[in-house]
């Protein structure tokens, strides 16, 4: 492992086995060969929520009782046959479903909603042998870079509590980072797997568009929305990737490309690959740590024995305007459904329909969301959907388009995860373009469909995260994590000590 975080590394003295609980790879090994029981890896699982969750506000619902159960229920099924996740304490976003564990999205128009179902994602974790430890905070609807929109709490980073974890899967980021979990399933948009993954020093994967089944999983901006997992290693990554990809039925948008085995892909030797940095991610408004961070990372990457050369993607600076149209539209489609007729929130005693309506919507949705609602709302808007969207989509086209032309150059894509570090709590709240620039590096991806990954590459001289993403083609997630792994092994990040 490329860090070393003492609390979460604990002794069984039965079977003079040390494991360090952010090790999924060695959790499974260690619960199959029944050397240390699932139970007990909960155990301390729970126990390290307990702990730490009070200074950090991850978890929105952990409930003992039910984790230990099916703790108990995975110690009886490695007892007939191997689980390839068997043990291992998964942390899951609160936009995803979960059969009888409340799913709010972090909004209040979701505070009592509890599925009666599980997302497909969730079903292929538990089938592997995971153990869902929890639900974890995230902005509303998936809708921030930062955690601070959840109605319910705001998540601080473990490196530095007055500042935020990223978003708008921090809370997943938060859970793997302290040693609460070991694996995490987040969602991304617009950058939200990444950047926390970035803020928080760990790995975060974006899959490619229809790799993993987004069945179940609270829709944002359909044409964009992924499914991605946190984690401490790219083996990690691979480990859980392998189990919950594929074609799923449930999801006309998902991929039915075959599943490669992710993890064995990772010991295939790395051959001289071509890198490409995009002079684009480069420019104004780079933090000058984070970009003598990236850039050495870049260079390291060369020492891999790859040739790395300049590219461009001349259409990203437009990347953040086009993303804003096309989530806010496809957002105010799929956000009507909470209306206060079918299930969640309603206000008390309305004067009439319309009354329900707009009095629902209003307390039921943050400002960010009721922000992004109306400018989807507009945009769409009889005079306006040429204008815009129409135009944003073929701004998409053009974006894509830059991709397709550097990946006939290079293999993999390398540069900056976010333009700086993780900021304070309340810098950027008052100010939504500033909080949109966050992700001025990761939405092209998400516009793209194309798989990226946030590996650890440094930290600043205040001692916070630093993250670099490597993309490549559609479907290359098999080259994306052995490149990551290759560097991780041998470029390993030290990391300082947590504040919890």
Known sequence: MPRTLPPVIFVFPRCYRVMDIRDAHAIQGFVNSREISAREVAELSLARIAEADPGLGAFLACDSRRVLERAEAVDRAVRERPLPLAGVPVAVKDNISTRGICTTCGSRMLESYIPPYNATV?????????????????????????????????????????????????????????????????????????????????????????RISRYGLAAFASSIDCIGPLGNSPRDIALLLGQIAGRDPMDATSAPAPVPDYAAELDRPLGRLRLGVPKEYFGQGLDPEVKAAVEAGI??????????????????????????????????????????????????????????????????????????????????????????????????????????????????????????????????????????????????????????????????????????????????????????????????????????
């Open 122 to 210: 969730v079903e292929r974790l538990e089938a592997a042998g995971a153990v869902v430890v929890g639900k974890v905070n995230c902005d509303e609807f998936a809708m921030g870079s930062s955690t601070e929109n959840s109605a319910f709490q705001v998540t601080r980073n473990p490196y530095d509590l007055d500042r935020v974890p990223g978003g708008s899967s921090g809370g997943s980021a938060v859970a793997v980072a302290a040693g609460m979990a070991a694996l995490a399933l987040g969602s991304e948009t617009g950058g939200s797997v990444r950047q926390p993954a970035s803020f928080c020093n760990v790995v975060g994967l974006k899959p490619t568009y229809g």
């Open 299 to 500: 260079r390291n990457a060369g020492r891999l024995g790859c040739d790395v050369v300049e590219v461009s993607l001349p259409h990203t600076p437009f990347a953040i305007a086009d993303y804003c149209i096309i989530a806010s539209a496809e957002a105010s489609s799929n956000l009507a459904r909470y209306d206060g007729v079918k299930y969640g929130f309603r206000v008390e005693a309305p004067e009439d329909l319309m009354d329900m309506y707009q009095h629902t919507r209003t307390l039921g949705f943050g400002p960010e969301v009721r922000r992004r609602i109306m400018i989807g709302t507009y945009v769409l808007s009889s005079g306006c959907y040429d204008a815009y969207y129409v135009r944003a989509m073929k701004v998409r086209t053009l974006i894509r388009r830059d991709f397709e032309r550097a990946f006939g150059r290079v293999d993999a894509l390398l540069g900056p995860v976010s333009p700086t570090a993780a900021f304070r709590i309340g810098e950027k709240a008052e100010d939504p373009l500033a909080m949109y620039h966050s992700d001025i590096y990761t939405v092209t991806a998400g516009l793209a469909g194309i798989p990226a990954v946030s590996i650890p590459c440094g930290f600043t001289g205040g001692g916070l995260p630093i993250g670099m993403q490597i993309m490549t083609n559609l479907f290359q997630e098999g080259l994306l994590l052995r490149l990551a792994q290759a560097y991780t092994r041998e470029f390993p990040v030290v990391s300082p000590p947590l504040r919890v």
